[in-house]
């Protein structure tokens, strides 16, 4: 018997997930290994910020199906971006010994809430640094399962609504007039 979440809990629950992980990426930064943030972690941190406003926002809303739809779609496409960072980290990121110097740390020590925050948003590390894991898989493995995760639950929750939308719509097309 499958588990039945109501979307509400379902988006504050991701959204207090992605709080979680930006707070361990703030440990991670100044607890004891010191590990700087590369401009593709930088990036994804944006996303699970972005990703969170979204997903709490939804919770404390309680959209109707249409809203549900477009909050889960906007989540979903968040999740697919940050996903695609965490792939391009992972493909990329070991050859990247100068991703300070390239277009990526500019674009990304460029905007503007990195001199608003810099402690937390402003890149310092090397794309290829190597740190310890955690729990035996690195950060930016752990940043794409959780990415994968979340677009995998949002499209999950799209499939359900566009079948709640056309059977609601099979439905009303059935009523005589």
Not at 38 to 65: E, S
Not at 68 to 95: E, R
Request: net charge positive; hydrophobic share 50%; proline share 7%.
């Amino acid at each position: 018997m499958p588990i039945r979440i109501s979307p509400r809990a379902l988006f504050g629950l991701i959204g207090i997930i992605c709080v979680a992980l930006l707070a361990y990426a703030w440990f991670l930064q100044y607890g004891p290994d010191r590990q700087q943030p590369c401009p593709l972690c930088i990036l994804q941190r944006y996303v699970f910020m972005t990703l969170a406003a979204v997903c709490l926002a939804a919770a404390a809303h309680g959209p109707g199906r249409i809203g549900l739809l477009i909050y889960a779609i906007l989540a979903d496409t968040l999740s697919s971006m940050g996903l695609g960072f965490a792939v391009w980290q992972l493909s990329k990121g070991s050859s990247m010994t100068s991703c300070l110097a390239d277009p990526i740390g500019d674009f990304a020590n460029g905007l503007p809430s990195a001199n608003w925050w810099p402690e937390f948003l402003f890149a310092t590390g090397g794309c290829a640094d190597k740190y310890p894991p955690v729990l035996g898989i690195t950060v930016p493995v752990w940043a794409l399962i959780w990415f994968a995760l979340f677009m995998l639950t949002f499209a999950s929750v799209i499939i359900s609504q566009l079948r709640v939308v056309q059977k609601t719509a099979g439905q009303n097309a059935k009523v005589p007039s």
